[in-house]
């Protein structure tokens, strides 16, 4: 064993990506209609799916709260990771993304187990029940971020599995002079975050960097 780590390189993501679950066809004629719809590629990859799904499986998680639906597909594959009785609650902003994610969640395995609620984060979260979730995923707009955090500690149950994607500011983390706007609010959550004594939590560097964490008590 090294003490020093492994510098990841395009060709270890590669790599995972060729020893991880792909995705199905269902999922990937998700992302074909979406394209036609105008609808932008900017899903989690098969390798984070199937880590997300590990995960949740792990945790046993009953209910997911996601934040960023896009046309559904990390709903799906989270909800293709619960159990009978098991149910993700995601929430989109944007009317025509919430639109076809219920469609094309509908016809797919787990028609029952997602609800899409068509809304602002901050809004929708505010109406969530306290201690009513046992995972949460966050996936939207990174200005929004520490505020979902702050609201899902109320809704989220001593235990529950914390995610959070981008930590790597779509490869500008460490940019001088970032051209995404989004990247000050990204490094902004990483710190708030890292500040966090109810919250245990590590960037796996799996896609742009998500963050995985365990909510406690102590
Ligand atoms: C990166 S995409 C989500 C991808 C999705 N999680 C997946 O991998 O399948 C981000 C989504 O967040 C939505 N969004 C942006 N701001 C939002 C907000 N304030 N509240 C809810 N959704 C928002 C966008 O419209 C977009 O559909």
Known sequence: ????????????????????RAEDDFLGALKRAAAADGIPAIWISPAQASLMQILLRLKGAEHVVEVG?????????M??????????????IDPKHAAFARR??????????????????DDVLRT???????????????????????????ILRPGALVMADNAFAFGELFAEKPSDPEVPAVRAFNDHVAAQSWLQAAIVPIGDGLWVGVAHDD
């Open 104 to 121: 094309w969640v509908a016809d797919s395995d787990v028609a029952g187990k997602v609800d899409v609620i068509e809304g602002a984060g």
């Open 1 to 20: 064993m090294s003490a020093e780590p492994t510098l990841v390189t395009a060709a270890h993501f590669d790599y995972v990506r060729d020893h991880t």
């Open 128 to 154: 969530l029940d306290a201690d009513s979730a046992d995972a949460c995923f966050l996936d939207a707009d990174k200005g929004g971020y520490v505020g979902y955090l702050d609201e899902l500690r109320r």
């Open 79 to 92: 909800a293709r990771a619960l159990p009978d009785g098991g149910r993700v609650t995601t929430i989109e």
């Open 69 to 77: 639906t896009l046309g559904g597909y990390s709903a799906i594959a």
